[in-house]
């Protein structure tokens, strides 16, 4: 069945700490996006790719990078992480032609 | 630029109530528009889209929207709710032109009471 999956669900981890979230479609889709999303607030886009080996900023100022190597996979790294950087991260994807995002649960992420 | 703009950010209401929740954007050329919902512990979901034609779209669970172009309106409505419509609501435009992102809006809480 075609979806987008990401895991971890939920992460804890200290500060200084360097992680990978992972992001992964089936669907075939050119499009991959980052967005961040605090509880209760608005979807932030931090990172988009057009496709493999394309990677942008999006409107929110984040220091993580992402890669795209292939199609389907998308991660996010933080190299050391910090309290600001708790919040939910949510992936998505969508086809070239800008039809519907299709959302991964997310990953919740506490930095302490 | 494209942005989004969600008037209402909470709202509440009683069960078989009407409902419409407001969506303004900007972007000067040909758009995609959709509402997304996130039910509490899910992740977003589409609740309905417009590409192109009939300007009134049917989405799922009763939702419609309502595309007006002159006012760069993208309204969404349900003629009487129920608690389990409680939710986030995200409205979001995405430009014609493949360079464009998904870009949201602020989200509407809005709680049902039974």
């Known amino acids: 069945e075609a979806d987008i999956y990401q895991t971890p669900r939920y992460l804890v981890i200290g500060t200084g700490k360097k992680i990978t979230l992972e992001c992964s479609q089936t669907m075939g889709h050119d499009k991959m996006y980052w967005y961040q999303q605090d509880p209760g607030m608005e979807l932030h886009l931090i990172h988009y790719?057009?496709?493999?080996?394309?990677?942008e900023k999006g409107d929110l100022s984040s220091e993580s990078t992402v890669s795209r190597i292939r199609t389907e996979h998308f991660p996010l790294t933080l190299e050391s992480a910090r309290p600001s950087h708790t919040s939910q991260y949510l992936c998505a994807s969508s086809t070239k032609m800008n039809t519907e995002a299709f959302f991964g649960q997310g990953t919740r992420l506490t930095v302490v | 630029a494209q942005s989004v703009s969600q008037h209402n950010h909470h709202v509440i209401l009683s069960e078989a109530a009407s409902l419409e929740l407001g969506c303004n954007y900007s972007?000067?050329?040909?758009?995609?528009l959709f509402w997304y919902v996130q039910y509490p512990g899910q992740h977003l979901q589409l609740l309905l889209k417009y590409f192109s034609g009939d300007p009134l779209v049917k989405g799922i669970k009763g939702f419609e929207a309502e595309f007006i172009k002159s006012k760069f309106s993208f309204n969404l409505r349900k003629p009487s709710v129920q608690w389990s419509d409680t939710a986030e609501y995200f409205c979001a435009v995405n430009g014609f032109n493949a360079g464009n992102m998904l870009t949201f809006g602020g989200g509407t809480r809005l709680m049902v009471k039974p």
């Open positions: 790719s057009y496709g493999v080996n394309s990677t």
């Open positions: 972007y000067g050329g040909t758009v995609n």
